[in-house]
């Protein structure tokens, strides 16, 4: 394989975001992605083994574009169980509507496209990692709701904050991305946090 950091191997990734993004999630064959970035099908593989692995590494590649490392520092190093909760909504909040084009797109073509339900899936996983961050360090603050165990105060966060949830939200019901934000802040706290002091 040649090298993570090539200048292929980033048009590669680039032309796969964007036929992703411009609808196209049902005709995002190996060779439509190398149409679009100007290679042959052969060097596409050269980069990448699958399309299943051309796909997750394309999600990776949006979130480096996105900077989604600094926006989760805040959430990462929050003083307080309730303030990683907090900033974790607030970043994924804000994040959703930069990606939602491409995670549309990899929904839309999840059930029926092995490769796109990895990608989808693998970055699902990730997300409910940073669920489950923000609900043990409100455990371990003595501060988690005594009605949930970490694993169900985990599954019920990790659901609130889907990508569907969001849409109906915002599409559905009208609400603007800042309402959004704030009213699942507002939601998380009275579900998952006791014991609130000053935090409140």
């Not at 974790?88 to 939602?100: F, S, T």
């Not at 669920?131 to 970490?150: E, T």
């Not at 939200?169 to 009275?190: A, H």
């Amino acid at each position: 394989m040649s090298s993570e950091n090539s200048e292929t191997r980033f048009r590669i990734l680039q032309a796969a975001l964007d036929l992703l993004e411009s609808g196209q999630g049902n005709g995002v064959r190996m060779t439509d992605i190398a149409r679009q970035a100007g290679i042959s099908r052969q060097a596409v593989y050269l980069h990448f083994n699958t399309r299943a692995e051309l796909l997750v590494s394309a999600t990776h590649y949006l979130d480096k574009l996105h900077n989604t490392d600094e926006r989760l520092a805040a959430s990462r190093s929050a003083p307080t169980g309730v303030k990683r909760l907090e900033t974790y909504i607030d970043a994924w909040g804000k994040y959703i509507p930069e990606i939602h084009g491409i995670a549309k797109a990899l929904l839309a073509m999840r059930d029926s496209d092995d490769a796109a339900a990895e990608a989808w899936d693998e970055r699902m996983r990730a997300m409910r990692e940073g669920c489950q961050a923000a609900i043990k360090a409100l455990h371990h603050d003595g501060m988690l709701n005594p009605d949930y165990s970490q694993k169900t105060a985990t599954d019920i966060l990790w659901t609130m904050l889907s990508i569907r949830n969001w849409e109906q939200l915002t599409d559905q019901c009208g609400w603007t991305n800042k309402k959004y934000i704030s009213e699942i802040k507002l939601l998380t706290r009275r579900i998952f946090v006791v014991n609130e002091t000053e935090e409140a």
